[in-house]
């Protein structure tokens, strides 16, 4: 399933950049800055669309090791993280 996955973001990627390509080569530089600006706004306006961040009614006081700790934990329980950091995919 992974893998599969793997491939189809590989194959957007590529589609992705086919289109800027195309865009470049046929409308020039300025069009292609032109889209790109506008989906940056897009992307920007669409951040309006998520929901707040719930803010902590009182903030949990942590040590540094604590902070690890569960930060090792969280990475020893989904192996698929630590198979992609130590395997280079």
């Known amino acids: 399933m992974i893998q599969s996955l793997l491939e189809w973001a590989e194959s957007l990627a590529m589609e992705v950049v086919f289109l800027g390509t195309f865009v470049y080569q046929n ?3 300025q069009v292609s800055i032109a889209i ?3 989906s940056f706004i897009f992307s920007g ?3 309006f669309l998520l929901p707040a961040d719930p803010t902590p009614e009182e903030r949990l006081r942590t040590s540094l090791r604590e902070e690890m700790a569960s930060g090792i934990r ?4 989904y ?3 630590l198979l992609y950091k130590f395997c280079g995919i």
């Open 27 to 29: 409308f020039g530089i």
């Open 74 to 77: 969280y990475f020893s329980n």
């Open 36 to 38: 790109m600006g506008i």
């Open 79 to 81: 192996f698929v993280i």
């Open 45 to 47: 306006l669409s951040l």
